[in-house]
T-cell receptor
Framework: EAGVTQFPSHSVIEKGQTVTLRCDPI?????LYWYRRVMGKEIKFLLH????????ESGMPNNRFLAERTGGTYSTLKVQPAELEDSGVYFC???????????FGPGTRLTVL | GQSLEQPSEVTAVEGAIVQINCTYQ??????LSWYQQHDGGAPTFLSY????GLEETGRFSSFLSRSDSYGYLLLQELQMKDSASYFC????????????FGTGTQLKVEL
């Protein structure tokens, strides 16, 4: 069974540009999460989807970040316009309903210059 | 708010036993999980404690004391491949809660 996949693995953009990150969760996992790790800091929660609905978006830093999960399958996270402080590794994770275990993707390393 | 504190770095020799501690302050408690992350890799789930006591999974065990707001991860028979970052995380029970991660502990296993 394929794990959680994320695309791209790396992205280097200039301040003010737009970037869209994609996450494909494990098939059948209703729960999808986005997390971010800024260098030197802990992994921080961004938001949580249950199927196509946003269950909790309390961790989204500001309105420059937009997450979608149309159809309840893959999800995208768009940053527009990107700022220097958005640099970090963005992780996606998925889990089955009722499970304590979250499966993480390899992350997208975003660098904003 | 929620915060989980861990030692930043631990060093041990191959074959030894090491304990990584996690103390937390949370407004509500939803279980304590442990994740391992190798450099550049995805965090992978190791264990979960909802109740007080010890949970054992092979060479790894995890302990929780809710009255002390404290838990630890115990790694036995250390191997070089265990060199990684280890994170405690609060939440995850019932399959719907976000994880709040600790500060992370870098474990270095030496010969």
């Amino acid at each position: 069974e394929a794990g959680v996949t994320q695309f791209p693995s790396h992205s280097v953009i200039e301040k003010g540009q737009t970037v869209t990150l994609r996450c494909d969760p494990i098939s059948g996992h209703d729960n999808l999460y986005w997390y971010r790790r800024v260098m030197g800091k802990e992994i921080k929660f961004l938001l949580h989807f249950v199927k196509e609905s946003k269950q909790d978006e309390s961790g989204m830093p500001n309105n420059r970040f937009l997450a979608e999960r149309t159809g309840g399958t893959y999800s995208t996270l768009k940053v527009q316009p990107a700022e220097l402080e958005d640099s970090g590794v963005y992780f996606c994770a998925s889990s089955q309903a009722g499970s304590n275990e979250q499966f993480f993707g390899p992350g997208t390393r975003l660098t904003v210059l | 708010g929620q915060s989980l504190e861990q030692p930043s770095e631990v060093t041990a020799v191959e074959g030894a036993i090491v304990q990584i501690n996690c103390t937390y302050q949370t407004s509500g408690f939803y279980g304590l999980s442990w994740y391992q992350q190798h450099d550049g890799g995805a965090p992978t789930f190791l264990s979960y404690n909802a109740l007080d006591g010890l949970e054992e999974t092979g060479r790894f065990s995890s302990f929780l004391s809710r009255s002390d707001s404290y838990g630890y991860l115990l790694l036995q028979e250390l191997q070089m491949k265990d060199s990684a970052s280890y994170f405690c995380a609060q939440g995850g029970t019932g399959g719907g809660n976000k994880l709040t991660f600790g500060t992370g502990t870098q474990l270095k296993v030496e010969l």
